[in-house]
């Protein structure tokens, strides 16, 4: 489906609270669609902008001539503007701020509200006084609404953009514009198409399913290795255990408690490759069969490298979460650990639909 909706409003009166802290008030094609006249009628004083895929393409100077243009036809008719940006490239945004006349406000990442409150400030506007415009529901419209501003939600001008707004932001836009749909009223008669109907909905949906068959087979391949096999008279995991206490020399006691913590990672290999395995084979025949992709000794290596570097970012975020978080053990552990998982799994679904089974990028 198309990430974005095109042209319309939503119907926030009527949503539960936590969907309309991602809701924009309105969408729209592009920044120099939106009538500056109607702004002012609206009663707002203050335009707030963000710069990458909003004003213009991702790392882009060129600042489009329509561009240009539409800001000095708000600017003559009263309105402010004002550029909200966390970018690392402060040159960058100082060049392009200078260029087209308007102050920015640079500091902590939306939705943090640093940034609106200081733009609030600096021009004595109310909430309901200012707009932002942006292409993200999870930074630009979520810290306008958290600020109380109204949010124009404009479609990204570029398919290029940060890796990481590519994998995680986009993917999450898409299952929270499904849900937004409910309350969407299109203003040019084209609606949205139903993400529910959409070949990437049941794409994510199948893979889901293969990974929690191949956790199973990973986790209870993994318990019987470790709890039930029999090697030689003894239990497999104390044979192996024994071992490894041998081979790297480790003064641990050879108790069951401790030949089965040695065990435990040899142990691990053998389930966890082939839970790869078993989730390519499906994968392949399956979740992605509408790819007609070839199989090849290239793609499956190509499935166990994305598989792989999934493992190791669903456990660097959810330690960054942890690291970052200050509540009870068992609360931090357990939102660390899903925010990883969602990381990991949103990488993954990704990373295997278009690096390894060369799904079209087409919406
Ligand atoms: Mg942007």
Redesign the pocket.
């Known amino acids: 489906m198309r990430r974005h909706p095109g042209i319309g409003s939503y119907e926030r009166d009527r949503m539960p609270g936590a969907i309309r802290r991602v809701s924009p008030a309105s969408t729209i094609h592009r920044i120099i669609d939106i009538d500056p006249q109607v702004l002012v009628d609206q009663g707002k004083r203050l335009v707030l902008l ?5 004003l213009l393409p991702w790392k882009s100077k060129e600042i489009p001539p329509d561009v240009a243009a539409w800001v000095e036809r708000g600017r003559e008719l009263g309105l402010q503007h004002c550029i909200l940006s966390n970018t690392r490239h402060p040159e960058r945004l100082e060049d392009l701020a200078g260029r087209l006349g308007i102050p920015f406000e640079r500091a902590k990442f939306k939705p943090s509200r640093e940034m609106y409150v200081a733009a609030l400030e600096r021009f004595h506007v109310k909430p309901e006084q200012a707009v932002m415009v ?3 529901l999870f930074t ?1 419209v979520l810290g306008a609404n958290r600020s109380g501003i109204d949010a124009i939600w404009v479609q990204r001008l570029d398919r290029r953009e940060f890796l990481g707004t590519k994998l995680f932001s986009r993917t999450l836009e898409r299952l929270v514009g499904m849900m937004l749909s409910r309350w969407f009223v299109s203003a040019d008669g084209q609606g949205t198409r139903s993400f529910l109907k959409s070949r990437v909905l049941g794409q994510l949906i199948r893979f889901a399913i293969v990974g929690a068959v191949c956790t199973v087979v990973d986790l209870g391949l993994h318990f019987w290795l470790l709890g039930r096999a029999q090697w030689g008279g003894m239990p497999l995991s104390h044979a192996i255990g024994g071992w490894v206490i041998d081979t790297l020399g480790l003064s641990w006691p050879k108790d069951p408690g401790h030949l089965i913590d040695a065990a435990w990672i040899p142990t691990k290999v053998g389930p966890v490759a082939l839970a790869i395995l078993t989730s390519y084979l499906l994968n392949f025949a399956w979740t992605f069969r509408d790819e007609k992709a070839k199989p090849s000794a290239l793609q499956a290596g190509r499935f166990y490298l994305v598989a792989l570097v999934g493992l190791l970012i669903s456990t660097l975020v959810s330690f960054g979460i942890k690291r970052a978080l200050t509540g009870s053990f068992e609360r931090d552990f357990a939102l660390a650990s899903l925010v990883g998982m969602v990381a990991g799994f949103l990488w993954n679904f990704n990373g295997q639909r278009i690096f390894t089974f060369g799904a079209h990028r087409k919406p």
Do not use: E, M
Request: aromatic share 0%; net charge negative; hydrophobic share 10%.
């Open positions: 963000d710069v990458d895929n909003t942006g292409d993200q630009d």
